[in-house]
């Protein structure tokens, strides 16, 4: 019987089912991976600072919200950033309102 089919198209059939059968092997059998940790999120800039203004239960200014921030989370934060942020919070009626220049109070 004559093979009328190029040889060409047979190295491709023959490349495209190996490459298939290997992909089914690997999901057939996966290789162990490393296990994902799972890590505590810890609070955003945001956060910190809400929860300092919550605990204070008076307005206080941008400076007193930053070294209480540094004192109880370790951490040193961006003013203007942090301002921003309130400040956007205060535009939205997210709950903080500004009683004087860069002074916050949670509602």
């Not at 070294?67 to 040193?76: E, G, H, L, S």
């Amino acid at each position: 019987m004559e093979n009328k089919i190029p040889d060409g198209l047979l190295t491709l059939y023959e490349s495209l089912l190996s490459a298939q059968l290997r992909v089914v092997r690997q999901l057939k059998a996966p290789r162990p991976g490393k296990p994902k940790r799972q890590t505590k999120q810890g609070k955003s800039n945001i956060e910190m600072a809400l929860d300092i203004l919550r605990q204070a239960h008076q307005p206080l200014h941008v400076s007193q919200i930053l070294d209480q921030i540094k004192a109880k989370f370790k951490i040193t934060l961006d003013r203007e950033s942090l301002v921003s942020a309130l400040v956007k919070k205060v535009h939205r009626h997210h709950g903080v309102v500004r009683t004087a220049p860069n002074t916050f109070e949670v509602k």
